[in-house]
């Protein structure tokens, strides 16, 4: 008896549907692709936005010595980038709240203004003494940085007596470094803004040869 022959062309019976399913899944990888792009685009285009975004500030127009209030500053607009977060430089809408501050530091013309370096103006019957001392590259020893004065008066063989605190609270203005073919970067010169009624004591120690040092206030910067 002869066998028949198996049918080949059975299984195309479900190629219908398959077919019918192709051309969906690609135009859902062609909207995904087209989808991906878009949000590519929007995201390069918000960079570049936020990248362009200029903020003004304040630059000071001349020389500005340390204790000048702000609201004596002459500045110029000046406008910067700041993509995404604040810089903390003293702008147009924040210089009528930090008008009675003053610098801590001095600052060069075409200068921007830390919020930081700005803080409660020193007593009014305040006054500048300078000393220089052998604590050269010490961290704290910064202009804006408050210290503590102390004297010990000069004693037999090259000794002093016990030191003893003539000014709690001087503002550092100033620290400046002779820079010169021999100089010592230990050496350093100090400037120091300090209540009036102790300079008497100061400048006496400082013509009699006593032994002057400072030492760090814990205190931070502006604090009254």
């Known amino acids: 008896m002869a066998r028949s022959e198996p ?18 899944a690609r135009s859902l990888r062609r909207s995904a692709g087209v989808a991906l792009i878009v949000i590519a685009g929007a995201s390069a285009w918000w960079v570049v936005q936020e990248t362009n975004h200029l903020e003004p500030y304040l630059l000071t127009v001349s020389s500005v010595p340390a204790g000048t209030r702000v609201s004596d500053i002459e500045f110029e607009l000046a406008y910067l980038a700041a993509p995404g977060v604040s810089l903390p ?7 009528e709240a930090l008008a009675d501050m003053t610098t801590d530091v001095a600052l060069p013309p075409g200068s921007l203004i830390d919020q930081r370096m700005v803080g409660t103006p020193p007593p009014a019957d305040s006054t500048t003494f300078t000393v220089e001392l052998d604590i050269g590259g010490a961290p704290w ?24 605190v003539s000014s709690p609270r001087a503002l550092v203005t100033g620290v400046r470094v002779d820079d010169g073919f021999a100089a010592d970067s230990s050496r350093v010169t100090v400037d120091l803004l300090v209540p009036r009624r102790g300079i008497a004591s100061l400048i006496h120690a400082k013509a009699n040869g006593y032994s002057i040092q400072l030492s760090p206030v814990s205190t931070s910067v502006g604090a009254p």
Do not use: C, H, M
Not at 150 to 156: E, F, G, V
């Open 89 to 95: 430089y003293l702008s147009p809408s924040t210089q």
């Open 141 to 164: 020893l910064v202009a804006g940085e408050w210290v503590e004065i102390w004297t010990a008066a000069p004693l037999a063989d090259q000794d002093f007596s016990v030191p003893v």
């Open 7 to 24: 049918d080949q062309k059975a299984p195309l019976k479900n190629r219908g549907p398959l077919r019918r399913r192709l051309p969906v």
